[in-house]
């Protein structure tokens, strides 16, 4: 973890009527593997992607759900081929894995599992996606039945479905062998013990209270021994204990690993200096904070600067109970989102008591390819001398509100709650305008929220 020099972190439920209709259906027989360039599987999700370049409407976001199938990493293949085809002939604009794997944790289901079309196209609204995809590998006799639908998040009408049978080549050989014939279980939780508070001596113990978690005591900033950790098929959470939280972030910097949930559970009051969220060393990494007594804990900032700030391939989640608080005459929003970083505000979490002085946004900036899930919680007495007392949202930054409350938040220009240029979905939640009292927004040109340059701008409360 870096500390800035300066002066001085889900889960939804959404219920659809179905009503499916088929657009178009290709079947082809089994085809023979050649002696010479792609595997069969690969030749099959090859033409799977040509398929779908050609009946998904250009310009589409798109997301790829879920393929079920005999194993994990079968699963895993055929999904990143799929995402990596899509990408490279830039016809759709593709969900990012790392965001759909985040999901797929909170709502408990597996890429090789059974996902049923309502959760599916519930992921697909939360994306702002217009189609999804999923689908299914299965046995039949010495062979494989691939089949890949597509179907319109709007309407749920199936917009295509491609159907191929396959032989059994090295390839599918080797990720069923290597994955096992069944699909991979939760995996288990593991805690670890950060240092600085331990003896020397400590040695990995497993919690008989907690059959269920292997505990780790960490003595120095060394990943715990591979023998004491469980099983961990897909993505890991890790609780990370003992020590401030600045000690307990450092100990994750040094130990990230790839696809892996932090856990750090807050136990009182904390002041922490501006952070870097930055793991070097792994990617998909996430970060969730939480109160470890249900009673409300601050994390205040101590001298100026963003309090996190959120770095490419970092999620940082806040859960209920925690508040981040900053203080007036600060420079610097309290929380900044980059480039493929994301936040990620449950339900009684607080962003309160910042003010910017000389940069947009006093609670949250996200910045070009930055996102800002905020599915509940509160953003208040926040300020920005310029655009989004609350949330200011860049160019091609994004910004979906599914929950929570914004109130008491000031802009010096615009959007009191929410300034955007870039994407801003609204389907839940409170944003309140001038006319909500002492609970106002307020702004020079949209109490509430300002889109754009602020032509389109509200000074009422919008709720949903």
């Given at each position: 973890?870096?500390?800035k020099k300066t002066i001085a972190c889900?889960?939804?439920?959404?219920i659809f009527a179905l009503v499916f209709a088929a657009c178009a259906t290709t079947s082809t027989a089994v085809a023979p593997a050649e002696a010479s360039g792609l595997d069969e599987l690969s030749r099959a999700v090859r033409d799977v992607s040509d398929y779908l370049n050609d009946t998904v409407p250009a310009g589409s976001m798109?997301?790829?759900v879920n393929v079920e199938s005999p194993s994990v990493e079968l699963s895993d293949f055929i999904i990143d081929d799929l995402i990596a085809n899509a990408v490279n002939d830039r016809i759709f604009t593709v969900v990012d894995r790392q965001r759909l794997d985040l999901i797929r944790a909170e709502q408990g289901f597996q890429l090789?599992?059974?996902?049923?079309?309502?959760t599916a196209l519930g992921i697909g609204r939360f994306f702002g996606a217009q189609t999804i995809v999923s689908g299914r590998?299965?046995?039949?006799?010495?062979?494989?039945?691939?089949?890949?639908?597509?179907?319109d998040v709007q309407t749920a009408q199936v917009q295509g479905q491609y159907n191929r049978t396959i032989g059994t080549s090295r390839t599918i050989g080797a990720l069923i062998g290597s994955g096992g014939a069944q699909v991979a279980q939760a995996p288990g939780r593991q805690t670890v013990q950060a240092p600085g508070r331990q003896p020397a001596t400590?040695?990995?113990q497993t919690q008989a209270h907690q059959p269920a978690r292997a505990t780790v005591q960490v003595p120095t900033l060394a990943p715990p021994p591979p023998a004491t950790a469980p099983a961990q098929p897909t993505r890991p959470e890790v609780i990370v204990e003992g020590g401030n939280l600045a000690e307990r972030l450092q100990w994750i910097e040094a130990n990230a690993a790839n696809n892996t949930l932090y856990h750090i559970e807050i136990n009182a009051n904390e002041t922490l200096a501006p952070q870097i969220l930055s793991f070097a060393r792994a990617r998909n990494v996430s970060v969730r904070l939480t109160s470890g007594t249900g009673e409300e804990w601050f994390i205040s900032l101590s001298g100026n600067g963003a309090l996190f700030t959120i770095e490419p391939g970092v999620t940082l989640i806040l859960d209920n109970g925690i508040t981040l608080e900053g203080h007036n005459g600060n420079n610097a929003p309290l929380i900044v989102i980059n480039d493929r970083g994301e936040l990620i505000m449950n339900d009684g979490a607080k962003i309160v008591g910042n003010s910017s002085a000389w940069r947009s946004g006093g609670a949250v900036l996200v910045n070009a390819q930055g996102t800002f899930s905020m599915n509940g919680g509160e953003i208040s007495r926040n300020s920005s001398s310029n655009n989004g007392g609350g949330v200011r949202v860049e160019p091609n930054g994004r910004f979906s509100m599914t929950g929570g409350l914004m109130t008491g938040n000031i802009a010096g220009d615009r959007g009191g709650g929410v300034s955007t240029a870039g994407v801003f979905i609204k389907t839940g939640g409170t944003i309140y305008g001038s006319?909500?009292?002492?609970?106002?927004?307020?702004?020079?040109?949209g109490g509430s929220a300002a889109i754009g340059g602020g032509s389109n701008h509200s000074d009422t409360t919008v709720r949903l």
């Open positions: 973890m870096k500390t889900g889960a939804f439920a959404v798109i997301v790829f090789s599992g059974d996902v049923d079309d309502e590998v299965s046995a039949l006799g010495d062979n494989f039945r691939l089949t890949i639908r597509a179907l400590a040695q990995a006319d909500g009292g002492i609970n106002a927004n307020r702004a020079s040109w």
